[in-house]
């Protein structure tokens, strides 16, 4: 079983910056592909972000192309989400999750909140 713990969210102002980071057990972290998730009060899970097992393809939402960058670590077994130029509208819970296969995602981490609001 593989287990996923995101971790740097919280409150930051418009304009502002966070780090999410998503930490795994397990050795086999880096055959899988990551993602970012997140989903705002009352909407549906949305889709981030996406990074291949040897972060050769990334994958965004047009949503937060060109302010958040997804990156990963094999060897600390970690993904990262910079997210930069936050606004209101990226308060939310945000979820990694991991896939074995293709996009199918198999295991969630818990959440890490951010709100973004002065």
């Known amino acids: 079983q593989v287990q996923l713990v995101e971790s740097g969210g919280g409150l930051v102002q418009p304009g502002g910056s966070l780090r999410l980071s998503c930490a795994a057990s397990?050795?086999?972290?880096?055959?899988?592909?990551m993602g970012w998730f997140r989903q705002a009060p009352g909407k549906d899970r949305e889709f981030i972000a996406s990074?291949?097992?040897?972060?050769?393809?990334?994958s965004y939402a047009d949503s937060v192309k060109g302010r958040f960058t997804m990156s990963r670590d094999n060897a600390k077994s970690t993904v990262y989400l910079q997210m930069n130029s936050l606004k209101s509208e990226d308060t939310a819970v945000y979820y990694c999750?991991?896939?074995?296969?293709?996009?199918?995602?198999?295991?969630w981490g818990q959440g890490t909140q951010v709100t973004v609001s002065s």
């Open positions: 999750a991991g896939a074995v296969v293709g996009t199918t995602y198999d295991f």
């Open positions: 397990g050795r086999i972290f880096s055959r899988f592909t």
């Open positions: 990074i291949s097992w040897n972060g050769g393809r990334i």
